[in-house]
């Protein structure tokens, strides 16, 4: 890398190091060697499918309740880290479908994690679907005997 280029990239930096961090994760896509499926990785080794919901259910009542609940310095700080990483996860999973990016050679390292989280919610569902069936099974047949 030349001094040049160095020091271009140094000013970049500077230059959108004040832009609100919902902003920069659209001028990072442009530095030099900017990777969507590094990105890809970073967000799944950093939130796994339990903490993402974590945060979503933060975001839902904090919505819920106007804002009226307290949030310490460092979750406030937290959240809008977590903002900034979902749009950069999906920035980056646009660029990697728009430029024809194979995502099949990603390793994530905590896929197996996910995964259980995945198989743990289907066999929940799985239960409510049969007592929804066998619900529905039984008002069916109590309307037919009148």
């Known amino acids: 890398m030349c001094l040049g280029h160095s020091l271009k990239t140094k000013q970049m930096k500077q230059m959108y190091a ?18 969507p499926l590094l990105s890809i990785v970073r967000f799944w080794d950093g939130y796994p499918l339990a903490a993402i919901r974590e945060y979503l259910i933060a975001f839902n009542r ?17 959240h809008a880290i977590f ?21 099949r050679t990603i390793n994530l390292s905590k896929l197996e ?12 569902h799985d239960f409510f679907q049969r007592i ?14 009148f």
Do not use: M, W
């Open 18 to 35: 004040n832009l609100l961090q919902l902003d920069r994760p659209f001028y990072e896509v442009h530095e030099d060697g900017y990777d």
């Open 83 to 103: 903002c900034a990483d979902v749009l950069r996860v999906l920035i980056a999973y646009f660029l990697t479908h728009s430029r024809n990016i194979d995502v």
């Open 113 to 124: 994690a996910n995964d259980q989280e995945i198989k743990l919610t289907k066999k929940i």
């Open 132 to 145: 929804n069936h066998s619900n529905t099974y039984d008002d069916e047949t109590s309307k037919k005997n």
């Open 62 to 78: 904090a919505l819920a309740d106007g804002g009226a609940a307290v949030q310490t310095k460092n979750e406030t700080i937290n």
